[in-house]
Structures are given as C-alpha cells and as structure tokens.
C-alpha cells in the first residue's frame, strides 16, 4: 500500500507561482513513478505530468511545457510540482498519484488515470484573473 499526501495548494493570481508537494508513504519513492493529475469542476481529470522511478525520464502535458516542471527527493519521499506563469484555466484540484508497477507499461500510459494504483486526496489550486 501507498499513501500519498499532497500540499501546496491556494490561491495565486494569473502569471505566478506554486509549488505543490506530495509526499509518500508505505513504500521507497524509488520504486513508485509518479504523476499530477488536475480536475476542474464539470470536467474529466487531466494528465498534467510525469515522473519515472529513476527520474531520468519526464512527461509533460503539452499545455504545460515549459512552465511546470517536476522533480523528486526519494530522501524525503516527495515528489515536487513548480508551477509557473499560472493561467486562470488551470485552477482545479490536483492530484498526485503513484504507479507501482513496472516501467514498460507506465512508459507507454503515463498519461492514463488507470496506469496509477494509488491517489492522493488533491489539493486546491486557485488562480484569479
């Protein structure tokens, strides 16, 4: 079993920053890949980025190349989300969520909700205009 927490959240206007944390328990953050997810009210949740076991390969979601990037500390179990130059569009709830399987198939569906085994609870994002 994987517990993740997420924090981080709160409100920022349009053009600033964030940085979200979710930190993992039950098992070595080594062995898990990770991902953010958000979800805006009335819509499905979206893939917002991507981190394998080792670090080395990351994911992004076109939409937000160049502005979010993610990092982990398997010292201190946390996966790391900076966000940058935030839109209003991109409030929502972000979720982080952990793969603990192996690297071929989450290579290839690191994008999918259903790749992931475990969630956290999220953590409110609010951007104002």
């Known amino acids: 079993q994987v517990q993740l927490v997420e924090s981080g959240g709160g409100l920022v206007q349009a053009g600033g920053s964030l940085r979200l944390s979710c930190t993992a328990s039950g098992r070595p953050l080594s062995s898990i890949a990770m991902g953010w997810f958000r979800q805006a009210p009335g819509k499905v949740r979206e893939f917002v980025i991507a981190i394998s076991r080792s670090g080395i390969s990351t994911y992004y979601a076109s939409s937000v190349k160049g502005r979010f990037t993610i990092s982990r500390d398997n010292s201190k179990n946390t996966v790391y989300l900076q966000m940058n130059s935030l839109k209003p569009e991109e409030a929502a709830v972000y979720y982080c969520?952990?793969?603990?399987?192996?690297?071929?198939?989450?290579?290839?569906?690191?994008?999918?909700?259903?790749?992931?085994?475990?969630w956290g609870q999220g953590t409110q994002v609010t951007v104002s205009s």
């Open positions: 969520a952990a793969d603990s399987g192996g690297d071929l198939l989450w290579s290839r569906s690191y994008d999918s909700p259903a790749v992931y085994d475990y």
